[in-house]
């Protein structure tokens, strides 16, 4: 961020050269961003801190590095990732930091953190993003031009049709219930 003022930096040397081609590896995200004066997973509540800056969690936890990634072309994000929490007693750490208490983290996480008690190794991924490669490589100014089934701006997908209203026998067999904005 300091040197290009974004994580996702187009690293070529002639960026009016479209057939030039510059991969980037993004590291040492902070785990923690801020939002109306709270912190925040900046990747997301399961992404580990770097192993040896566990014990700044306790004192300045806006300062903790993750152990995300990002795989960046020409300005294009490509591929995101993460290594994960597997240790029960640091991911209640982290949902603590973010306002989850023990009570609702159990109530929605208590089978992953139960778990995690019996051993998880650990783990982590990388997701990539083969349509924006492929946009990149075909020279396309749009991601819409090389997905199979693009959205419009609007999210609507004109092939299937949606979103649409859906049919009251489906609603009442789920036990949902619409309501009209006022």
Request: charged share 30%; no cysteine.
């Amino acid at each position: 961020m300091e040197k290009y003022g974004t994580d996702k930096p187009d690293l070529r040397k002639d960026k009016n050269n479209p057939n030039e081609l510059a991969l980037g590896f993004i590291v040492d995200f902070p785990l923690f961003g801020k939002e109306d004066g709270h912190l925040t997973p900046e990747h997301h509540m399961f992404t580990a801190p770097k192993p040896d800056q566990i014990d700044l969690l306790d004192t300045t936890p806006e300062k903790v590095i993750s152990t995300s990634y990002d795989m960046v072309l020409n300005g294009y994000e490509m591929a995101s990732g993460s290594i994960r929490i597997h240790q029960p007693e640091l991911q209640q750490k982290i949902l603590d930091i973010i306002g989850i208490d023990r009570a609702e983290a159990e109530q929605k996480f208590g089978h992953m953190l139960e778990a995690f008690k019996y051993g998880a190794p650990p783990h982590g991924g990388i997701a990539p993003g083969i349509d924006r490669f492929m946009m990149i490589l075909q020279n396309e100014p749009n991601i819409r031009e090389v997905i199979a089934f693009p959205k419009t701006n609007k999210g609507r997908d004109p092939m299937m049709g949606s979103p649409r209203e859906v049919d009251s026998n489906t609603l009442n067999e789920l036990g949902l219930e619409l309501r009209k904005k006022k």
